[in-house]
C-alpha cells in the first residue's frame, strides 16, 4: 500500500474532524475530499474508527518525538520545563474541543490512549524534578512525585474537552 496515499487520507481525516468533530464526519466525506473511493479509503483503514486512531497515533508518536527532545535538553530547569510546557501546549492547541469531545464520547478506547500516554510522559518529570533537587535549583523538601501527580492531574484536566470548551 501506498504511505503517502495512506498520509494524504490521515491529513484529509484531520482537517475534518478538527473542523466539525468526528461524529459529523463520515468516511464517504472522507473518501470524496480526498478524491478516492470508499472502497479505496478502506483498503488503507477498516473502519472510521481505526482512522481515528491511526490519526492519534501518528498525533502521539510526533508529540513523543518532541518531548524526547524537550526531556534531554541538558540546561537548567526552567528551561527543560518550559520546553516540556510548550511541547504539550502545541498538542493541545493542535486538537479542537469539538475532535476531542466526540473521541471522548464515541470512541472512549482512543481517547484514553491520549490521557495514558499523558500521564506515562509526564511521570518523566519525576526524575527531571529530582536531579534539579540534586543541582540545588529545586527546593529539596518538595516531594517530587507528589508535584508531579499535582501536574498531571492539572494537564488531564485541561486536556478534558469540556474544560476546553468551557474556556474557548
Do not use: C
Not at 62 to 85: C, E, M, N, V, Y
Not at 145 to 160: S, Y
Amino acid at each position: 500500500m501506498n504511505d503517502d496515499a495512506r498520509d494524504e487520507i490521515l491529513e484529509t481525516a484531520f482537517d475534518l474532524f478538527n473542523r466539525r468533530g468526528y461524529r459529523s464526519v463520515t468516511t464517504d466525506e472522507i473518501a470524496r475530499r480526498r478524491g478516492i473511493s470508499k472502497r479505496t479509503l478502506y483498503q488503507y483503514f477498516a473502519s472510521k474508527e481505526d482512522l481515528a486512531d491511526a490519526l492519534v497515533s501518528r498525533i502521539l508518536e510526533r508529540t513523543h518525538s518532541k518531548l524526547d527532545a524537550a526531556f534531554s535538553l541538558q540546561r537548567d530547569f526552567p528551561t527543560t520545563f518550559g520546553a516540556i510546557l510548550r511541547v504539550v501546549s502545541e498538542a493541545f492547541s493542535a486538537l479542537s474541543p469539538i475532535f476531542l469531545e466526540d473521541l471522548e464520547r464515541y470512541t472512549p478506547a482512543v481517547f484514553a490512549r491520549i490521557t495514558s500516554f499523558r500521564e506515562q510522559r509526564m511521570r518523566g518529570l519525576s526524575s527531571l524534578l529530582r536531579d534539579a533537587q540534586a543541582q540545588g535549583s529545586v527546593r529539596p523538601d518538595v516531594p517530587a512525585e507528589v508535584a508531579v501527580d499535582f501536574l498531571i492531574a492539572a494537564v488531564q484536566e485541561i486536556g478534558r474537552p469540556e474544560w476546553l470548551v468551557r474556556k474557548g
